[in-house]
Nanobody, 124 residues
Framework: QVRLVQSGGGLVQAGGSLRLSCAASRRTFRTYAWGWFRQDPGKERNFVAA????????YYADSVKGRFTISRDIAKNTVYLQMNSLQPEDTALYYC?????????????????WGQGTQVTVSS
């Protein structure tokens, strides 16, 4: 069974940093695009960042540009989300996702596989 396992997250003060990780259980994810999304309670899931299968194309939501960085380690079958200068409005449940997609990967409907979610809480 294919799995995406997330780690990282937690509680941090405003201005701090966190790194989220998402590890895939199968080597075939080397050819997959990856994305990060976040969701507030009772609200829809929103796009945060995406990276193409070859790492050439990277996209960010306007709200995180210049603060967040998505990257991947092919050898480890893992994608990361480095989050700097965190603000209280970044508080959410964060999800990673993967799929063989040809689009930009900014829409959650493009993804087939999802991580379990990890909470990020930023205090003011």
């Amino acid at each position: 069974q294919v799995r995406l396992v997330q780690s990282g997250g937690g509680l941090v003060q405003a201005g701090g940093s966190l790194r989220l990780s998402c590890a895939a259980s199968r080597r075939t994810f080397r050819t997959y695009a990856w994305g990060w999304f976040r969701q507030d309670p009772g609200k829809e899931r929103n796009f945060v960042a995406a990276i193409s299968w070859n790492g050439v194309s990277i996209y960010y939501a306007d709200s995180v540009k210049g603060r967040f960085t998505i990257s991947r380690d092919i050898a480890k079958n893992t994608v990361y989300l480095q989050m700097n200068s965190l603000q209280p409005e970044d508080t959410a449940l964060y999800y990673c996702a993967a799929a063989e997609i040809t689009g930009r990967g900014i829409d959650e409907s493009e993804y087939d596989y999802w991580g379990q979610g990890t909470q990020v809480t930023v205090s003011s």
